[in-house]
């Protein structure tokens, strides 16, 4: 079974469009210029260092909305050069210390990728293109989960004007599900959901804690999008498994984890009617002050 590419634009139909990634620009929209300067205030730590120290190809991943007053308490905290443990570092490459990130998802036509996620089935996977904006780098990334609930990565280099239909991903793809789940893989996949943030990375031993604001996400199907409250951070915690100062930080200040990734929460913003029960609640948190589009 091979993967199947959208149509191509003609008479009987139109490819859906995905939009550019933004241009590099403003780092943070006035309201967020706090959560900015309590990361630029951070120790560096090389990306080759991270790499060492944290990868984490393999974690367990808990999300927060957070607000900004709490996020800038939180970094203050982690980052005190004075912590037991010492303290948390920004990823830092060529002093920036925020990144912008565009990825596009793929899915079937029946949204089978999302559906699988909603009704929490065990052998579910995440397709993606990733695009660090600031280095030009790409990337084709699968998201599984282990029998034990992990989170599990595995990434191939997009070159050129390589997509991830192309026949070395397809079989890259195919791989990997045979290999984790003994599936086949779709036989028609597109792209469906684009986002674009801004990110910092903090990271400690075994541990990173990423940061993103700014995000947009664009329905390309239905050429739809909503926008964050500029007034939240999305806050993930990625470890081995054991719950994280970080977590507990959070905890304490009323913030608990949110049903939420970029990809279902998107999807249960754009799309009212459809089942999504489980990302209601985080979709009208992070969205509903945009104003764009109902979210149920």
Known sequence: ???????????????????????TGQLVLPELDAVAESVLAAA??????????AELMARFDKAYLVPAGVFTRLVAHLTDR????????????????????????????????????????????????????????RQFEIKLK????????????????????DAPYRDFLAGHLRAAYGLKP????????????????????G?????????????VRADRHVRCDPGLVLVETKTTGHLTEADRFLHAHGVRPAVF?????????????????????AARLAFAADGTTDVG
């Open 1 to 23: 079974m091979t993967l199947a590419v959208a149509p191509r634009p003609g008479r009987a139909a139109r490819a859906p469009r995905i939009p550019p990634a933004p241009r």
């Open 44 to 53: 560096p730590i090389s990306l080759k260092e991270v790499q060492e120290r």
């Open 82 to 137: 004075a912590r037991p443990d010492g303290p948390f570092r920004v990823l830092t490459i060529e002093d920036r210390r925020w990144f912008a990130y565009h990825s596009v998802y793929y899915d079937t036509p029946d949204w089978r990728c999302f559906h699988e996620h909603r009704q929490g089935r065990r052998l579910r996977f995440k397709i993606r293109e990733r695009v660090y904006q600031d280095s030009g780098l």
């Open 146 to 165: 282990s029998g034990r609930g992990e989170t599990v990565k595995h990434r191939r280099p997009l070159t050129g004007a390589d997509t991830p239909l």
């Open 186 to 205: 779709p036989a028609s996949l597109a792209p469906s959901i684009v986002t674009d943030y801004r990110r910092a990375t903090l990271v400690s031993d």
């Open 207 to 219: 541990e990173r804690i990423t940061c993103d604001t700014g995000l947009r996400c664009h329905d």
């Open 261 to 281: 990734t970029k990809y279902c929460a998107a999807i249960a913003a754009l799309h009212p009617r459809m089942p999504a029960n489980r990302w209601r609640r």
